[in-house]
């Protein structure tokens, strides 16, 4: 029996070598192990996966171990959450150092401010007569996000899915919503950057309900240097993103990134390489993003 989100990518081994440079396994939102994400991206012929969970590192030795294993690259990174005037930014840090001590003490202290933040979140919505409580995710349970909490309200009956619930409950306006602890682009890219890795700004189009604010803060965050590159190629992305970020990437001489946002069953529809269907991440932009890591490392 296939396991959630399996079914093959139409895109996968048809256009040459692919690859999935944003993704989630259990270690922070997403239903996939380490271990399972890998043997998927393996069953379905992609050329390398980069593991990015939100804030921690801690499935990347699992999925490292695997990946050499099955003989498939994976590179290791994150997702962090930043804000800059006002807009909530997803910086993603590839080919990172997974043991520097300086990125890893940073993302403890913001492990724990989402925790204190999702316990807060947890409260609100009970107080609010919605079923669940802090006894649904006891201390010891691991991290616990708006996605896992989604997903208890979905078995329960008040949401179609996870994300609905989050859209619903979890975000400015919903009874259970509490805002995020700040962090700086800058102050998160530096963390990246001295863990020897690319800063990538996720999901463009997420930035701001207006493309034209959410393209210009992009920008400026490219030429700023703070960020050394964007997804141009993103599972939510239409033709107007595909070309707009395309125009960035060679208006600064960006790198380019792309990737999946794959959550396995969170995100239900959302496969692993090719997203809804038609994303196709090339190897190329991995090999660029390393290249110029390597050139940076010489000098």
Excluded at 35 to 47: N, Q, T
Excluded at 87 to 95: D, S
Excluded at 126 to 149: C, K, N, Y
Aim: proline share 5%.
């Amino acid at each position: 029996m296939k396991k959630e989100n399996e079914r093959e990518p139409l895109s996968c081994g048809t256009r040459g070598l692919q690859t999935d440079l944003h993704t989630h396994t259990t270690a922070s939102d997403g239903s996939l192990t380490p271990r399972e994400l890998i043997r998927l991206g393996k069953k379905i012929g992609l050329s390398s996966l980069a593991v990015t969970d939100h804030d921690t590192v801690s499935g990347l030795g699992e999925a490292m171990a695997e990946g050499k294993k099955l003989g498939i690259p994976v590179i290791p990174g994150v997702e962090i959450s930043t804000f800059y005037e006002e807009c909530e930014i997803h910086l993603l840090g590839l080919f990172i150092e997974p043991t520097c001590r300086e990125l890893t003490a940073a993302l403890l202290d913001m492990a724990q401010k989402r925790k204190e933040r999702n316990r807060a979140m947890i409260q609100k919505l009970h107080d609010a007569g919605l079923p669940i409580s802090q006894q649904d995710f006891p201390q010891e349970t691991g991290m616990v996000t708006r996605t896992h909490i989604g997903a208890l309200l979905t078995e329960r009956g008040r949401a179609s899915s996870p994300m609905e619930a989050v859209q619903t409950y979890m975000t400015p306006g919903g009874v259970g919503y509490v805002p995020k602890a700040r962090f700086s682009p800058s102050e998160c890219a530096g963390l990246i950057h001295t863990a020897g890795g690319a800063v990538i700004i996720a999901h463009v189009n997420q930035i701001s309900r207006d493309p034209q604010r959410a393209l210009s803060t992009a920008k400026a965050l490219l030429v700023e240097k703070v960020a050394d590159g964007l997804e141009t190629r993103y599972c939510q992305y239409d033709d107007f993103w595909r070309r707009e970020t395309e125009r960035l990437a060679e208006e600064t001489g960006a790198l380019r990134s792309g990737g999946s946002d794959f959550h396995g069953s969170f995100k239900p529809g959302l496969s692993l390489g090719c997203g809804y269907g038609d994303l196709f991440v090339p190897q190329s932009f991995a090999e660029a993003i390393a290249d110029f890591l390597q050139k940076k490392r010489n000098g």
